[in-house]
């Protein structure tokens, strides 16, 4: 059974830094790429970034780029969103998900339940 | 950027009722790369159609998926109470992978 859990999110002031983490079971983690998606309370799905299996090649919204970093570890099963200069508009759930392959361009096949963000001062 | 709008922004219709759900493309969407999903209040999206009209694994025979370019639409031939939630669309033929604003589809 494939399954994905977030952990790390929390409270946070603005200008602040934390670190999601994703861990993932039942497949082969390093043949899929992953990505972050978030979405702020009442309101819709935003795509946030995307890294290759081999993480190699990561992708970012306008929205996070310069600020997010999307980093996975293969041999702990084990992906990442390192989120520096965090601001209001950032206050999301964030969700990390398996693609259908191991490029980006792929849907969104499994998604965890999502961690909480929340920048406030 | 590829922007995707979504169209009616919701749906009121009665269970037994056929539901189309509508995607706009800014650009074409390459290889028809547009998934659809489901999202129920509380809970992580579901992947219900990927490839513009491949139902997921376990997508009910009722979902169906079409279009092609710039115009792509969903369809829900009769729906069953579990069926009223959020459907988002969502490209994934450009390196900047988009969603749509959503569709509600509520109990009328």
């Known amino acids: 059974e494939v399954q994905l859990l977030e952990s790390g999110g929390g409270l946070v002031q603005p200008g602040g830094s934390l670190r999601l983490s994703c861990a993932v079971s039942?497949?082969?983690?390093?043949?899929?790429?992953m990505t972050w998606a978030r979405q702020a309370p009442g309101k819709g799905l935003e795509w946030v970034s995307v890294?290759?299996?081999?993480?190699?090649?990561?992708y970012y919204a306008d929205s996070v780029k310069g600020r997010f970093t999307i980093s996975r570890d293969n041999s702990k099963n084990t992906l990442y969103l390192q989120m520096n200069s965090l601001r209001a508009e950032d206050t999301a759930v964030y969700y990390c998900?398996?693609?259908?392959?191991?490029?980006?361009?792929?849907?969104?096949?499994?998604w965890g339940q999502g961690t909480l963000v929340t920048v406030s001062s | 950027e590829i922007v995707l709008t979504q169209s009616p922004g919701t749906l009121s219709l009665s269970p037994g009722e056929r539901a189309t759900l509508f995607c706009r493309a800014s650009?074409?969407?390459?290889?028809?790369?547009l998934a659809w999903y489901q999202q129920k209040p509380g809970q992580a999206p579901r992947l219900l159609i990927y490839?513009?009209?491949s139902r997921a694994t376990g997508t009910p025979d009722r979902f169906s998926g079409s279009g092609s370019g710039t115009d792509f639409t969903l369809t829900i031939s009769r729906l069953e109470p579990e069926d009223f939630a959020v459907y988002y669309c969502?490209?994934?033929?450009?390196?900047?992978?988009?969603f749509g604003g959503g569709t509600k589809v509520e109990i009328k």
């Open positions: 998900a398996k693609l259908g392959s191991s490029w980006i361009n792929s849907y969104f096949d499994y």
């Open positions: 039942g497949f082969t983690f390093s043949s899929y790429a």
């Open positions: 890294i290759s299996s081999s993480g190699v090649s990561t």
């Open positions: 650009q074409s969407v390459s290889s028809n790369y």
């Open positions: 490839g513009a009209s």
């Open positions: 969502q490209q994934y033929g450009s390196s900047m992978l988009t």
